[in-house]
């Protein structure tokens, strides 16, 4: 399912947070970054890292915000998922939030609860954080949507 070619701009993984291994507070990173343990707060690539990639493992679980150019999700996260080029989400993928994408592929099985907002490259790199804009208008009523086989 996972196409080759999103896999060939995406960085090395260099950072793991282990299972059984908890961060409390937000995680900044460049390159890559495995998660199989928790991170309680944001992950968020550094500088303009165009490669910069997370993977949270089946095991893996994050509360709060990521924000990375390329996601991969076959644990959950409980908060938004903000990546400007693609999001993986793997059979056992979990989302509770909103997603942001400009491309993405499910699997099966994944799991979101929260809206899929699709946003563009160019546009998406333009947006501050929600936090920060003018006006930001509060999201909706979250709802749920599973992927399943027929």
Not at 57 to 71: L, S
Request: hydrophobic share 40%.
């Amino acid at each position: 399912m996972w196409s080759s070619r999103s896999k060939s701009k995406m960085a090395k993984v260099a950072t793991l947070v282990g299972e059984g291994t908890c961060v409390a507070g937000d995680l900044s990173f460049s390159g890559g970054l495995h998660v199989d343990g928790t991170v309680r707060g944001n992950i968020i690539a550094e500088g303009n890292d165009a490669a910069a990639t997370v993977v949270i493992g089946d095991r893996g679980r994050v509360e709060g915000e990521v924000r990375v150019p390329h996601v991969v999700i076959s644990g959950s996260v409980t908060g938004d998922v903000r990546a400007l080029e693609s999001v993986e989400l793997a059979p056992h993928g979990q989302v509770t939030g909103n997603i942001y994408y400009n491309r993405i592929e499910m699997a099966m099985g994944a799991a979101v609860n929260g809206q899929l907002i699709h946003v563009s490259e160019d546009k998406a790199r333009c947006l501050p954080p929600p936090e920060e804009r003018e006006g930001a208008v509060p999201p909706r009523k979250v709802e749920k949507f599973h992927v399943v086989d027929r």
